[in-house]
């Protein structure tokens, strides 16, 4: 998963509760991405940012927010406005360029109790 | 928009034999094509990418893949399967004619296909 960690790896949440997920990398890329996997329906893309202090929705961001206040750090807030927030979160991270692949972490499952 | 398509939820072969799995998509402009794997509880391991040039792409473990303009196609290939490529495969695509607004400039992924190679 090469220079992308994410934390923790399992998450526990109360109905209500806001919970933040981290994602740090140490590949000097400048656009950082989240996205949530639930089976069968692939990857969808939460939030992503091209460069610190500037992020971009996603196509299912509401429930969601984001902060880039560093190059390295992306973290991802589930609110209780998430109606449906058990999946498994993947954070992922690229050098500019569209033609660039993007290298993937180990990802966190949410569980909402 | 972009799009893309794996028709195929699973697939079953014999170590040895030959793998296909297939990738079909969708963009306003001119694609650029990718092929993760990722194993159980992982995140997505990047195996390939067709950008431009030679329609033939190799990648990493043995893997290649083929670009086809006229079938919006870009299938997943191995000569020979072994038993640990089993896992899920994920065909992704980006238009690289796309505005840098919202989404746009990220990855579109299909919904997966899991390989089962049996011994």
């Known amino acids: 998963d090469g220079g992308i960690t994410q934390s923790p790896k399992y998450l526990f949440r109360k109905e209500g509760q806001n919970v933040t997920l981290s994602c740090e990398q140490n590949?000097?890329?400048?656009?950082m991405y989240w996205y949530r996997q639930d089976p069968g329906q692939g990857l969808r893309l939460i939030y992503y940012?091209?460069?610190?202090?500037?992020?971009q929705k996603g196509d299912i961001a509401e429930g969601y927010s984001v902060s880039r206040e560093k190059k390295e750090s992306f973290p991802l807030t589930v609110t209780s406005a998430q109606k449906n927030p058990t999946a498994f979160y993947l954070c992922?991270?690229?050098?500019?360029?569209?033609?660039?692949?993007?290298?993937f972490g180990p990802g966190t499952r949410l569980t909402v109790l | 928009a972009q799009s893309v398509a794996q028709p195929e939820d699973q697939v079953n072969v014999a170590e040895g034999n030959p793998l296909t799995v297939k990738c079909t998509y969708s963009?306003?402009?001119?694609?650029?094509l990718f092929w993760y794997v990722q194993y159980p509880n992982r995140g997505l391991q990047f195996l390939l990418k067709?950008?431009?040039?030679?329609?033939l792409v190799k990648g990493s473990y043995g893997f290649e893949a083929e670009f086809n303009k006229s079938q919006t196609s870009f299938h997943l290939k191995k000569p020979s399967a072994l038993v640990s490529d089993s896992a899920l495969y994920f065909c992704a695509v980006r238009d690289n004619g796309a505005r840098a607004d919202t989404g746009r400039r990220a990855l579109t992924f299909g919904s997966g296909t899991r390989l089962q190679v049996q011994p």
């Open positions: 067709y950008i431009t040039g030679d329609n």
């Open positions: 992922a991270s690229s050098k500019q360029g569209s033609y660039n692949e993007q290298f």
């Open positions: 940012s091209q460069i610190v202090n500037d992020f």
């Open positions: 963009v306003s402009g001119n694609p650029y």
């Open positions: 590949l000097n890329h400048d656009a």
